[in-house]
């Protein structure tokens, strides 16, 4: 991780805790992290996902990716020391989200266990929910939404994960969603119920 720069800063608490602020919103902040390959189902589940939520009146929002990529992290490209840094910062602001009391849904590659569990180890036990959305290579290859896939093929793209570049299953997820067998609405619903089963909504 980034070492500390900054010299004379102090944590300062707020008088509004984290707990009150759920209170006033009737649910707990937290953090879905999607993980998996390009293809795999990340965005566009997790975007069902906070749309159901929304639906319940509860307080959701998506950072996705390449959305990131277009502010925050423009300055990061695709190498290991990159997606590092591109992780650690996404992984900073959802901390900042989740303590606002947002469910705050990320839909990253994310490839690196030891990334995710950087992020996990930012929230209290309970508040964190790895989300392997599990599809083949195959089948990624096959939907290729942004035609990412063809130009790595093709060696347009260097550092692709999946085929250059690699992957790292997680190890023990909150969540498994199997992409190849479930469409987006039932992928949505058995994350809602494991939100559920948590007490993050009622």
Not at 54 to 60: P, S, T
Not at 66 to 93: T, Y
Not at 142 to 148: C, E, H, N, S, V
Not at 173 to 201: F, G, H, M, S
């Amino acid at each position: 991780m980034k070492e500390q720069k900054a010299t004379n800063v102090t944590w300062h608490d707020h008088k509004v805790t984290k707990q009150d602020r759920e209170q006033l919103l009737h649910q707990k902040g937290a953090i879905l992290w999607f993980t998996g390959l390009s293809g795999s189902g990340k965005s566009t589940i997790a975007n069902e996902v906070a749309y159901q939520l929304h639906q319940h009146n509860q307080f959701a929002y998506v950072l996705d990716g390449d959305n990131v990529r277009h502010g925050l992290n423009k300055d990061l490209g695709f190498s290991p020391e990159d997606r590092n840094e591109n992780i650690r910062r996404i992984s900073e602001v959802a901390h900042l989200f989740a303590d606002a009391g947002v469910i705050t849904l990320t839909a990253f590659i994310s490839p690196y266990q030891k990334l995710r569990d950087f992020c996990r180890s930012l929230l209290p036990e309970g508040n964190f929910f790895e989300i392997h959305c599990k599809a083949t290579l195959d089948t990624c290859e096959q939907r290729d939404p942004k035609g990412l896939y063809k130009k790595a093929r093709a060696g347009e793209i260097k550092q692709f994960t999946g085929i250059d570049a690699p992957y790292e299953e997680p190890k023990n997820p909150e969540i498994v969603l199997d992409t190849d067998k479930y469409n987006v609405e039932e992928c949505a619903e058995q994350v809602l119920q494991a939100l559920r089963e948590k007490n993050v909504i009622s």
